[in-house]
Nanobody, 119 residues
């Protein structure tokens, strides 16, 4: 079983910054990928950024140049640095990890952390 614990959400002003953290209960190099998603009430969860175990990071077009995903393998933690935040980015942000389950990649999710951006 994999547990993902997020932290770092909260309130920011438009144009401000926040850094989200997600700590896994196991070695993050065992995941084929880790990422961040966000979801507003009544809307589908959308990808924000993903970092594979090897290869390039990938970002939603709307956050390119402002958000940075990274990881610290020694701490089993991934991060999402969010700069130049916009009020419309007020959402619940979820940490995601994909791990090979023998037949397919299985997804694991954190509990979510609220990000509120005031105008």
């Amino acid at each position: 079983q994999v547990q993902l614990v997020e932290s770092g959400g909260g309130l920011a002003q438009a144009g401000g910054s926040l850094r989200l953290s997600c700590t896994a209960s196991r070695n993050i190099l065992s995941f084929v990928r880790m990422g961040w998603y966000r979801q507003a009430p009544g809307k589908q969860r959308e990808l924000v950024a993903v970092i594979p175990v090897s290869g390039s990071t990938n970002y939603a077009d709307s956050v390119k140049g402002r958000f940075t995903i990274s990881r610290d393998t020694a701490k089993n933690t991934e991060y999402l640095q969010m700069n130049s935040l916009k009020p419309e980015e007020t959402d619940v942000y979820y940490c995601n990890a994909g791990m090979w389950g023998g037949i397919r990649v299985e997804d694991y999710w954190g509990q979510g952390t609220q990000v509120t951006v005031s105008s």
